[in-house]
């Protein structure tokens, strides 16, 4: 018995051929792609509990947002057009120590994950707080995530001490371990936001249980000359020197990247999250996605956080990690739409070390997979689907989402949710945010 | 008897104080706004042939877009990742010579207005081939467009000589006067491509007429280079001293503007169509937009054609812009959310010379507004308006569009459109120009 069988499929497979196959039929069982079929299939002589019909739809593999913050979205748009500086140190750390529990994790969370399955996003790698009450809600959606909590020198909403960060960390990889949605990661927030020893400690930690190390690297200009000032090291070089580089590291924007850093990325096997519209809306600059491509180094694409984005749709991120590139490059032939697509699939996939699992549309991977109505006057015609899916599409053209097997949103709707129950509960907290003491700033 | 009374809406003016109401009521009689109510009103007491209870939804004037080249619909993504040279001369010159004509562009002018209205668009600015054609097809499906011939040195689709082109715009003035939505103004496509005699006479023809003069300006390095090497002038300075800058002059791009060319926008008060998707994908540059703005000149937000966006919604434009000019000035302060939504609404009208007519929702202003659906996952919490419009919202998000009074779009739904009749045509039509000798590029 098959749980799922999709037919009539045009198939952007993303495999190592990138092969595109115009009229199969996708068969899953237990979970996983048990069987693609090239060509028409009379699925009578399958016994197949759900059957679709994918005429004049695309199947691709789900979207992997590899950097954000997926509790923000209670932040989304509160301090927009201001200073980085001022707006972390007057908005948002004063609003996180006062809003950031576990309750509004769970609600943020929520809220988030609503939208990333709405836009076609089928894993998520997050560094928040609060990571169990994130992770039950992550699961409870059916939802594929990496999740670490931020650890920090400072006292966090969750953490009085970088070491009790460490230690929820532990207590994380327990609670999750062989979870088949949930993964747990280790991170330390920046390097000018961690001391070194606790940069070692988290490696350490990272290395002890073979897990992700997310962090976020070289993000602006201010924390290049911050470190260069302090260790005369670039912060690509700082933490190379402090052991820090190897292929669990995920690094966050790396936009102010030397050449030697980037020789260091490729050497070390490092995996970059690129945020090209969080770097764009606080003006951060441009990351060297291009030379850290003809490196080989492994690249994903991410939204980051909301209060800096601001939405989770990740077919946004493409578009304008495309144009950004083609722009600060001054060559439209320096990136293609085909690459695109497969940074947020299977480049998102190794950067997260997911790459046997998902990522592509492949026998044996998991069913992590999006249904595109093509029949839309901003999708139609078609000449090229890679250029279709990065320039024209947005997360809103997925009609249905299916993470390991299961189907979690359908023409658009997610099962078993209530969004007005979401929405009555976000209003309520927004209205208590609005009114805090640290906010002045609000019209509607 | 009002034709329309929208109830319980929040309402985005763009009036002069930018006013905000928080609920409020509108009322529409002969296509114009007869009544703004700044409270909730009892629509009992009114006659009211179409009440609409915007209760959780936004009222906003429709989007203007600025410049555009609608019926290239029919080769959205036909041709990516190219350089522009090529891109024009290998697949865009012979494609249009081989497919341009008076059906085609019905066909893709049809295409191009239904995206638009279902984006939150509601007048539009088009230079381009077979103007009767775009007109009638725009004029019924009831949006509002300024329209013109692109008229360039070489024979076009529609006419074998620059000459053809004027006695066209002749006729099209003389066939379409005193039409309520179609408009029509007079284009000479570029400096590069139109002789300073040619140039001169469109000049004339647009100030006997007192009409609009649509032309590409500064679009790319190339172009700023070739006019300096062969008159030792900017575009800008060449086009001033032939005389054509004055305030009829809409200059599309205006990318590669000096100090100087900045003065002499703003001292003949020129029009600016600013077109930041095409500019990035086609890596051309960065407009100066803020320091056009800081000097008082009006700027609207164009799409360009579909052929290098590569869709027609106009709300991906603005956020792009958003993005695009806090990154290249290096500030995140440099423009904010508030100046982009008024680029795509009042700047787009008075870039038009519409400003009187259209833009903002005021009393006795055209009917020209869009109604958005706020509940979406993606659109909450809320703290500020004009954050959410520009960084969070897509024209997906737009749920009934209103022009001249008349509803064209209701609840996703454009009335007496059949989508599956123009996909069919567009299939045929898209087919037979992947079998063109031109192109040999394509996968879907």
């Not at 979205?73 to 609003?95: C, M, S, V």
């Not at 990136?335 to 549309?361: D, P, R, W």
């Not at 689907?385 to 299916?402: A, K, L, P, R």
Request: net charge negative; hydrophobic share 40%; with cysteine.
């Amino acid at each position: 018995m098959y749980e799922i069988g999709i037919f009539n499929a045009k198939i952007l497979t993303m495999d190592k051929d990138f092969s595109i196959i115009n009229n199969g039929t996708i068969l899953i069982k237990n979970g996983k792609i048990d069987k693609i079929v090239k060509s028409d299939l009379d699925l009578e002589n399958f016994l197949v509990e759900k059957k679709i019909d994918a005429t004049g739809k695309l199947i691709m593999p789900g979207l992997i947002n590899v950097h954000t913050h997926s509790a923000m979205t209670i932040f989304r748009g509160f301090a927009d057009d201001i200073a980085l500086q001022e707006w972390l140190h007057k908005y948002i750390f004063p609003n996180e120590a006062k809003f950031i529990d576990k309750e509004n994790v769970r609600l943020g969370t929520t809220l988030a994950v609503a939208e990333m399955l709405l836009s076609g996003t089928t894993t998520y790698n997050d560094m928040y707080f609060f990571v169990n009450e994130a992770a039950e809600v992550t699961q409870k959606m059916g939802m594929r995530a990496l999740l670490s909590e931020g650890i920090i020198d400072y006292p966090t909403p969750c953490s009085a001490n970088p070491e009790l960060g460490i230690k929820n960390t532990e207590e994380l990889l327990q609670q999750w371990q062989n979870n088949q949605l949930i993964k747990i990661a280790i991170s330390a927030h920046s390097p000018y936001s961690c001391s070194s020893d606790l940069l070692k400690k988290v490696k350490k930690f990272s290395d002890k249980n073979n897990i992700k190390l997310h962090i976020h690297l070289a993000e602006t200009r201010w924390e290049f000359d911050e470190i260069m000032r302090l260790y005369s090291q670039t912060p690509t070089e700082y933490l190379h020197h402090l052991g820090i580089l190897d292929e669990n590291m995920i690094a966050a924007h790396s936009v102010h990247l030397t050449d030697s850093d980037i020789d260091l990325f490729a050497k070390y096997k490092v995996g970059v999250a690129h945020n090209p519209e969080c770097n764009m809306k606080l003006a951060s600059g441009v990351a060297p996605i291009p030379k850290l491509l003809s490196r080989g180094v492994k690249v994903g694409i991410g939204t980051d956080g909301v209060a800096s984005n601001n939405n989770l749709d990740l077919f946004q991120d493409v578009r304008s990690a495309a144009f950004l590139h083609k722009l600060s490059n001054s060559n439209p032939l320096v990136t293609n739409a085909k690459e695109m697509v497969y940074m947020a699939t299977m480049g998102g996939a190794s950067v997260l070390g997911f790459e046997k699992e998902i990522g592509s549309i492949e026998v044996g991977k998991n069913a992590d997979l999006i249904i595109i109505d093509l029949m839309k006057p901003h999708l139609i015609p078609i000449y090229d689907i890679y250029s279709q899916i990065v320039f024209s599409m947005t997360g809103n053209d997925v009609e249905t989402s299916i993470i390991n097997g299961k189907i979690v949103m359908e023409n658009r709707i997610i099962p078993n949710f209530s969004f007005t129950d979401l929405w009555l509960q976000m209003n309520e907290l927004s209205q208590r945010i609005k009114k805090s003491e640290f906010i002045n700033r609000y019209n509607f």
